[in-house]
């Protein structure tokens, strides 16, 4: 019998064991620009051992659902952000940490104008946008080191669309 996830939508809720969910829910936290841009405030907290912040792009290809999940990662020692360069959702599968392996996962979709930010150490998925283009602009630590652990599940997971 083959093990399966189905999507849920994210939410800050859902998402607050594992990172931030970054969009512009909400009232701005300030008025700049002579009025015309609201600024939503420190949004994500950036979490580094070690080395310093840096901004890469990412441009993955696209998946669908249903998806095989094979494995899962982390980071030890720094968090890592992914802002769609688009307004296309995309996929965050995350999962709790059991005595150094990966729990059982849980799937998001993001909706358009989100974009995550992962806590450091958190198990979660590749990247996996659902449309093209896969562009995103990923802030996470650069410095010596892997800041790499990967765990292949003996069993895959199935993700499957809720609807």
């Known amino acids: 019998m083959p093990r399966t996830i189905q999507t849920s939508p994210l939410t800050r809720a859902a998402f607050s064991t594992f990172g931030e969910v970054l969009d512009i829910d909400g009232p ?5 620009n002579e009025g015309l841009c609201g600024r939503y405030h420190d949004r994500a907290k950036l979490d580094f051992n070690d080395g310093r912040a840096g901004i890469s792009l990412f441009n993955a290809q696209k998946r669908s659902l249903p ?66 283009p896969g562009l995103f602009a990923v802030v996470d630590r650069i410095g010596d080191g892997a800041n790499l652990q990967e765990h292949w599940f003996d069993q895959p997971w199935h993700i499957t669309d809720s609807n």
């Open 28 to 32: 701005a936290d300030k008025m700049i």
């Open 67 to 132: 998806l095989t999940l094979n494995m899962m990662e982390r980071h030890p020692d720094g968090s890592q952000a992914f802002l769609p360069m688009h307004r296309n959702p995309f996929l965050v599968v995350v999962a709790a940490d059991d005595n150094g392996a990966p729990a059982k996962p849980l799937a998001f979709v993001t909706t358009p104008g989100q974009g995550i930010n992962f806590h450091r150490n958190v198990w979660h998925g590749v990247l996996t946008p659902l449309h093209d």
